[in-house]
C-alpha cells in the first residue's frame, strides 16, 4: 500500500481501514485465546486487549483525520486504480468468508470442530499473500506466513491441558493470542508506516 501512490486521500483512508481491520479481527482472535485459557491468567489479558484495541483505534482515527486535511487532487488513473483495489479487496474477503464458513460446516459435520481454529488461522493467513501484492505491501506475506504456521503448529497441540490447577484448551489459546498479536503488530506497521509517509 505504502508504494502505491503518493499519498492520496484515498491511500491514507485506506491505511486506516487497514489498521480498523488488524484492530477489530485481532480482538476477535484475543477473544478467543481468553476464552482458552480460562482463568490462567486472571483478568489481564482482557485488559491488555483493551488497552491495544484502543490504542490501534485511536490509530486509525487519526489517520482517518489526517486525510482530511490532503488536498492531493485525484487523477482519474488513480481513481480507477483504486476501484479496481477496491473490487478485487471485496473478493479476496468474500473467498475468505466463504472459506471459513465452508471449513466451519464440514469441522462440524465430520464432528471435528476442535480443528476449526487452526484451519481458520491457515486460511486468514493465505489471504494475505493475495494482498501483499494487491496493495504493494511486502509485511503482508510476513503477516501471512505467520498466521499460516501458528495454525499448522496448533493442528498437532493437544485440545485440553492442565497448568497447575488450571486446566485450559490449548488450541484456543494458542492460536487465539497468537493470532492476535500478529494481527495487532500488521496494524501497527500499517499505522506507523503511513505516519513517516505523512511526514516526509
Keep these: 500500500m505504502s508504494e502505491f501512490v503518493k499519498l492520496s486521500k484515498s491511500a491514507v483512508i485506506g491505511a486506516a481501514n487497514g489498521v480498523m481491520f488488524m484492530t477489530f479481527f485481532g480482538a476477535l482472535w484475543a477473544s478467543i485465546g481468553i476464552v482458552g485459557s480460562h482463568q490462567l491468567v486472571a483478568q489481564w489479558p482482557l485488559v491488555l486487549s483493551a488497552i491495544i484495541t484502543l490504542i490501534l483505534l485511536s490509530g486509525a482515527i487519526s ?12 487523477t482519474p488513473k488513480e481513481r480507477e486504480d483504486w476501484k479496481r483495489i477496491n473490487r478485487k479487496f471485496g473478493l479476496i474477503f468474500g473467498l ?12 462440524n ?47 498437532f497441540l493437544p485440545i ?4 497447575g490447577d488450571v486446566s ?8 487465539g493470542f497468537g493470532s492476535a498479536v500478529t494481527l495487532w503488530v500488521t496494524g501497527l506497521r500499517i499505522w ?4 513517516k509517509k505523512l511526514k516526509q
Design 96 to 107: 475468505e468468508g466463504l472459506a471459513i464458513f465452508l471449513a466451519s460446516v464440514i469441522c
Design 109 to 155: 459435520t465430520l464432528d471435528h470442530f476442535e480443528v476449526f481454529f487452526p484451519i481458520m488461522a491457515i486460511i486468514v493467513g493465505i489471504h494475505f499473500f493475495p494482498l501483499a501484492s494487491l496493495f504493494r505491501e511486502k509485511f503482508y506475506y510476513g503477516t501471512g506466513i505467520v498466521m499460516s504456521i501458528l495454525g499448522i503448529i496448533s493442528l
Design 192 to 195: 506507523v508506516t503511513i505516519l
Design 63 to 74: 489517520l482517518f483525520v489526517k486525510s482530511r486535511s490532503i488536498n492531493h487532487t485525484v
Design 168 to 175: 485450559l484448551i490449548a488450541i484456543s489459546t494458542f492460536i
Design 160 to 163: 485440553n491441558a492442565t497448568i
